[in-house]
C-alpha cells in the first residue's frame, strides 16, 4: 500500500490550498483516511478525519471551519482543502489510513494508522 500526497506549497496567510493523497494497492475503499501535521520541534497531530464511506468528518478546533476533508474512493484520493490559512499552519502535512470495516470509525491518534504518506509541506507567510 501506498499513499502518496502533493498539492504543498507556499501561500500567504489568507490563502487556500487543496491537498491531495492518492491511495494505491488497497483493495477496497474500506479504509478511514486522516490528514496530520508536524511543525519542527513539535508533535504531529491531526488536522481531519473521515470515514470511509464519507458520511463523518472531525476537525480539532485549531482548523474547524477553515479546512475541509473529502474523499473519492473511486479514485482513491482523500482532498483536504484548507482556507484562511495562518502561518502557524505551516508543517508537513502527512495523510494516512486506517483499514477498518467499521463506517462510522473515526481514527484520531497517530497510532491508529495503518499506512502513511510521505508527507508535502506546506508555508503559509505573514
Known amino acids: 500500500v501506498q499513499l502518496q500526497a502533493f498539492g504543498g506549497g507556499l501561500v500567504q496567510a489568507g490563502g487556500s490550498l487543496r491537498l491531495s493523497c492518492a491511495a494505491s494497492g488497497l483493495t477496497s475503499s474500506s479504509y478511514a483516511a486522516g490528514w496530520f501535521r508536524q511543525a519542527p520541534g513539535k508533535e504531529r497531530e491531526l488536522v481531519a478525519v473521515?470515514?470511509?464511506?464519507?458520511?463523518?468528518?472531525f476537525y480539532p478546533d485549531s482548523v474547524k471551519g477553515r479546512f475541509t476533508i473529502s474523499r473519492d474512493n473511486a479514485k482513491n484520493t482523500v482532498y483536504l482543502r484548507m482556507n484562511s490559512l495562518k502561518p502557524e499552519d505551516t508543517a508537513v502535512y502527512y495523510c494516512?489510513?486506517?483499514?477498518?470495516?467499521?463506517?462510522?470509525?473515526?481514527?484520531?491518534?497517530?497510532?491508529?494508522?495503518?499506512?502513511w504518506g510521505q508527507g508535502t509541506q506546506v508555508t503559509v507567510s505573514s
Open positions: 473521515i470515514t470511509w464511506s464519507g458520511g463523518r468528518t
Open positions: 494516512a489510513a486506517r483499514i477498518t470495516s467499521d463506517r462510522l470509525r473515526e481514527p484520531q491518534w497517530v497510532h491508529e494508522y495503518d499506512f
